[in-house]
């Protein structure tokens, strides 16, 4: 990312918290799982309507181009995933996601991830807080189009579970 070796750009990235919700309700309700015909839940969705015109801070830099930056928190997260309902980014740009320590970082997604249907979603990013950066050439101002639709709070921990059996 842009960020990571740039001295131009704030140190402050604007933030977008999350609701609290009762996580050991839904572990509760989770108990009741059969695995015949359900999907398994992981994590609680939050429908959202975030874009690069109304969350989030442009920052231009001197040649032109811009970096736009959200920081998502959700406090108790254990991961944290992303779903699109409008993702194109045209030949120059790049979106990256990643963990305050640096420590997780996916991408760069790039005009290589347009789908027909305009859709995108991501995997997981360890923690309770994810950085979405993307980075827009100055010719390309304007034509890019990402809108986050679901950011979902990972509850269960897939980072220490001992696997051993299919369906575990």
């Given at each position: 990312p842009f960020s990571f070796t740039s001295n131009e750009l704030a140190q402050k990235v604007v933030v977008m918290e999350m609701p609290t919700f009762d996580v050991e309700?839904?572990?509760?309700?989770?108990?009741?799982?059969?695995?015949?015909?359900?999907?398994?839940?992981?994590?609680?969705?939050?429908?959202?309507?975030?874009?690069?015109?109304?969350?989030?801070?442009?920052?231009?830099l001197d040649n032109g181009d811009r970096v736009w930056r959200l920081q998502v928190h959700s406090a108790s997260a254990l991961s944290l995933n992303f779903q699109f309902d409008q993702f194109y980014i045209p030949?120059?740009?790049?979106?990256?996601?990643?963990?305050?320590?640096?420590?997780?970082?996916?991408?760069?997604?790039?005009?290589?991830?347009?789908?027909?249907y305009n859709k995108?979603?991501?995997?997981?990013?360890?923690?309770?807080?994810?950085?979405?950066?993307?980075?827009?050439?100055?010719?390309?101002?304007?034509?890019s189009n990402i809108r986050l639709s679901m950011i979902v709070h990972g509850y269960k921990d897939f980072y220490n579970k001992n696997y051993k059996n299919y369906g575990d």
């Open positions: 309700a839904m572990k509760a309700e989770d108990a009741f799982y059969t695995g015949k015909g359900e999907e398994y839940r992981f994590g609680k969705e939050f429908e959202v309507q975030y874009d690069l015109n109304n969350s989030g801070q442009w920052e231009e030949e120059g740009g790049e979106l990256f996601l990643y963990n305050p320590d640096h420590s997780e970082i996916l991408g760069a997604f790039t005009h290589l991830n347009n789908k027909p995108f979603s991501t995997t997981l990013v360890k923690g309770n807080t994810t950085i979405l950066e993307y980075y827009e050439p100055a010719e390309l101002v304007g034509q």
